[in-house]
């Protein structure tokens, strides 16, 4: 859907990508493949093993990160203060969740005992308890949410109570899952939070002011509404590949 919409953006306004001449020999392919080679070997390492049966997708994260690794000292790249960023990335990055995992429980556990989640499942019932229905009501709240939490927060806090709703009305967890993973990547460009977005800018180095790169992510999210919109309306797209695996 990304590509579609580039190309006739592009093909529409040829000035935002404008034709470059390159010509590159043997030599330079050849180059340019040793450079690239350790991407696609990593993600036939991981996808190949699940597709094939020999680990679950849990497995085949840590499989990845070892093969990462591997990879990384076969370049020679894998110095002691890369090792040292990474763990203080990777132990920053998992504490922030788990504080997010803690404040959610507790959250979780004060509306339980409120009878809020069960309050809201009677009044979306209430609606209509067409799975569709539902799943349209579900994802207006998580775009209201994606402007403002991070994703990890978002599911935390109503996975718990969406979730007896969508078991009741008979949803398949799968399709309902693909939803929602669009629907976070919405929130991860959609201002005024937009993380990614902020990401960009600050890879950027200021070069484009962050208000360019919103206005660029607008297109992005209505071509994702449109994938969103597909999603829902024909869930066979969501399903096939996983009905494929089974």
Do not use: H
Request: charged share 10%; with cysteine; hydrophobic share 60%.
């Amino acid at each position: 859907m990304y590509m579609t919409m580039i190309m006739l953006r592009v093909k529409a306004n040829p000035s935002l990508a404008p034709r470059a001449e390159i010509t590159a020999t043997r030599a330079d392919t050849i180059a340019a493949l040793k450079q690239v080679w350790p991407l696609p070997a990593l993600i036939l390492g991981v996808l190949g093993g699940i597709f094939a049966g020999v680990m679950t997708p849990t497995e085949a994260g840590a499989v990845g990160a070892s093969l990462a690794m591997v990879l990384a000292a076969l370049r020679r790249r894998l110095t002691w203060t890369v090792v040292r960023t990474a763990v203080r990335d990777a132990a920053i990055g998992t504490s922030t969740v788990f504080i997010i995992a803690v404040g959610a429980t507790m959250f979780t556990s004060f509306m339980g005992l409120t009878g809020v989640p069960r309050a809201i499942a009677n009044a979306m019932l209430s609606v209509g308890d067409s799975p569709v229905v539902l799943i349209l009501m579900i994802a207006v709240v998580y775009i209201v949410l994606g402007m403002f939490i991070e994703s990890i927060g978002i599911m935390l806090l109503t996975l718990p109570i969406f979730f007896p709703l969508l078991q009741a009305a008979n949803v398949d967890m799968i399709w309902f899952g693909i939803i929602v993973i669009k629907l976070l990547e919405i929130g991860m460009i959609t201002p005024p939070v937009g993380l990614n977005c902020y990401v960009i800018g600050s890879a950027l180095r200021g070069t484009v002011p962050i208000s360019t790169v919103f206005r660029g992510a607008l297109w992005f999210i209505a071509t994702d509404m449109i994938t969103l919109t597909l999603l829902i309306s024909f869930p066979a797209i969501a399903l096939w590949l996983p009905n494929l695996l089974d």
